[in-house]
């Protein structure tokens, strides 16, 4: 398997403090930019399959993938950011919020809808709904589990794009690559950065980490904090 981890473009919380942040932001216009340039080197990989999470940020950035590129978009409901849709920023005020469900994704995806699977077990709820925030713990057990469903799930001679996040992204990569990478000192996960790893012989491989060369330098953002 070819696996791209991508980190969708910039929304407005990368962009503002974090006592302002809201809980499913959308893209700013150096992200919409972003998006574009991003689905424009798409075009040129041939990609089996197409993942994205639900949130509002990560949906604006596949939506330009859509109109360069053929194929099916799969939303999946557990490929979100670390800690889920909430509200606040400090333990003491952390709110679980809803998320979009499944009607209001089906809006936003427009014309572009019958071309993506949604997760069923995202219902007009909202593909959150918790009145908490997701534990640290528990976003660490949640991408051991994605990373053993890609291995479930697609053969050796596949390629897959994930648009994610870079929390979700850099816990994938520590346990993709265990001891023999540091993830982290790796450095930051910019916004549209590509990643590549590849599972062959029994294990992932990494490939490349965090390429923008798809971006002119003034696109360039990627504040993880």
């Known amino acids: 398997m070819q696996l791209y981890l991508i980190r969708h473009a910039e929304s407005a919380n990368n962009a503002l403090p974090t006592y302002q942040r809201v809980p499913d932001p959308d893209l700013t216009a150096v992200g919409r930019?972003?998006?574009?340039?991003?689905?424009?080197?798409?075009?040129?990989?041939?990609?089996?399959?197409?993942?994205?999470?639900?949130?509002?940020?990560?949906?604006k950035t596949t939506l330009p993938v859509l109109q360069y590129n053929p194929g099916v978009v799969q939303i999946w409901h557990d490929v979100f950011e670390r800690g889920g849709?909430?509200?606040?920023y400090r333990e003491d005020n952390?709110?679980?919020?809803?998320?979009?469900?499944?009607?209001?994704?089906i809006r936003m995806l427009g014309k572009d809808a019958e071309r993506c699977q949604i997760a069923e077990t995202?219902?007009?709820?909202?593909?959150?709904?918790?009145?908490?925030r997701e534990t640290d713990q528990q976003a660490w057990q949640r991408a051991q589990q994605v990373v053993e469903k890609l291995l479930r799930m697609y053969q050796n001679d596949e390629v897959v794009v994930m648009l994610i996040h870079a929390d979700l992204k850099r816990l994938m990569l520590a346990?993709?690559?265990?001891?023999?990478c540091d993830v982290v000192g790796l450095g930051a996960l910019r916004n549209c950065g590509i990643t590549k790893v590849n599972f062959q012989q029994q294990q992932w491989q990494l490939d490349y980490f965090n390429s923008v060369t798809h971006m002119p330098a003034k696109l360039i953002t990627g504040n993880e904090h």
């Open 85 to 88: 849709c909430f509200s606040g």
């Open 33 to 59: 930019l972003q998006a574009q340039h991003l689905s424009h080197w798409l075009t040129s990989l041939q990609w089996d399959h197409l993942i994205t999470s639900p949130f509002r940020r990560t949906i």
């Open 94 to 105: 952390y709110a679980g919020q809803p998320g979009m469900g499944r009607a209001e994704l």
């Open 175 to 180: 346990e993709m690559l265990q001891q023999r």
């Open 122 to 132: 995202i219902d007009d709820t909202g593909w959150w709904n918790q009145p908490h």
